[in-house]
T-cell receptor, first 112, second 115 residues
């Protein structure tokens, strides 16, 4: 079945690293995504990883994928107050159209 | 232009009203999507249009009626809504609908309140 799970809240100090975790259940997932949503706004794609990759780095963002455990993580280095938002992981499946299955979202709070 | 625009930004309507939400993109994308997002919840897919044809309807009640007049525009017609339909309605577009990678670009949403 299709199910994506995330922890709901994370609080970090400015300048520290943040790690947001996600688990998914469908082994046929092709692409896994991280989206950011600021209050009152739409979703912004931060990064994505193809299911045959283990890691992807993009500036301050590092995505790790453990296919065996169906575990995805997003690490944000040197977290800033502007990183405060809700972070959604999402997957698309191997069949059919580009249907995104979202996790519940992790609210990241960055404090001085 | 990498923007998806949505109008109106906010909408308040009664249960007997008829209103429409509009979405526009000029990126040449051929797939467009409507999502519904309740407070503190993830977006839920409602409809997908691919090459101006409806390809996915996620069992959405008929009081929501999508329309894709051309490749740049997507409308969502609302009629006889219920208070529980109050939510943020997000539009998105991608280069195509299909199995390969397709980044979906999201608009800012229309916040709908049904009284």
């Amino acid at each position: 079945g299709e199910d994506v799970e995330q922890s709901l809240f994370l609080s970090v100090r400015e300048g520290d690293s943040s790690v947001i975790n996600c688990t998914y259940t469908d082994s046929s997932s092709t692409y896994l995504y991280w989206y950011k949503q600021e209050p009152g706004a739409g979703l912004q794609l931060l990064t994505y990883i193809f299911s045959n990759m283990d890691m992807k780095q993009d500036q301050r963002l590092t995505v790790l994928l453990n296919k065996k455990d169906k575990h995805l993580s997003l690490r944000i280095a040197d977290t800033q107050t502007g990183d405060s938002a809700i972070y959604f992981c999402a997957e698309t499946l191997s069949g059919g159209y580009n249907k995104l299955i979202f996790g519940a979202g992790t609210r990241l709070a960055v404090h001085p | 232009d990498t923007e998806v625009t949505q109008t109106p930004k906010h909408l308040v309507m009664g249960m007997t009203n008829k209103k429409s939400l509009k979405c526009e993109q000029h990126m040449g994308h051929r797939a467009m999507y409507w999502y519904k997002q309740k407070a503190k919840k993830p977006p839920e897919l409602m409809f997908v249009y691919s090459y101006e044809k409806l390809s996915i309807n996620e069992s959405v009640p008929s009081r929501f009626s999508p329309e894709c007049p051309n490749s740049s525009l997507l409308n969502l017609h609302l009629h006889a809504l219920q208070p529980e339909d109050s939510a943020l309605y997000l539009c998105a577009s991608s280069q195509q609908g299909g199995r390969s990678y397709n980044e979906q670009f999201f608009g800012p949403g229309t916040r709908l309140t049904v009284l």
